[in-house]
């Protein structure tokens, strides 16, 4: 997974990021749904922990133009955790300040919470599986043995 700057050439501040080593699935033939997005996740999650987004210039920016302060509620970050929101993901690898908003963490929480409603509101709700539930077979017969006058 490469990103590229809006010059399309490679950020500097993730060459190293990037030839970290990948999960193992990220060479398989033709990769499941899950196996993709599994690595997605883990792409992202060692991105977010890593020093080129913690140090980021654009991060930075828009914390200092949030004046370190939650944009929603406005608690700083002596008051709650303030956390970096991509606001869109196009970019992401090479984000610019425009595609992040600062955030407390309960206001992430929450947007991140509405979001996904409106991403999954479209979507179709799939129909439980009715399977009627029955007895099954006993395993041994527990009718009285067969009498033989």
Not at 67 to 83: D, N, V
Request: proline share 9%.
């Amino acid at each position: 997974m490469i990103f590229s700057d809006p010059t399309n050439l490679p950020c500097e501040a993730l060459t190293v990021f990037r030839n970290s080593p990948i999960p193992a699935t990220a060479h398989a033939p033709s990769p499941s749904r899950s196996e993709a997005v599994g690595r997605d996740s883990d792409y992202y999650g060692r991105y977010i922990s890593s020093a080129a987004w913690q140090t980021s210039a654009a991060r930075q920016a828009e914390l200092s133009a949030a004046g370190h302060r939650c944009r929603l509620c406005f608690a700083s970050g002596e008051e709650a955790r303030l956390e970096v929101h991509h606001r869109t993901y196009r970019n992401f690898g090479c984000e610019l300040a425009e595609d992040l908003t600062t955030l407390c963490h309960p206001c992430h929480l929450a947007v991140t919470c509405i979001l996904r409603a409106r991403k999954y509101a479209n979507s179709p709700v799939m129909p439980a599986d009715n399977v009627p539930v029955t007895q099954p077979a006993p395993l041994f017969d527990f009718r009285p043995a067969l009498v033989i006058p």
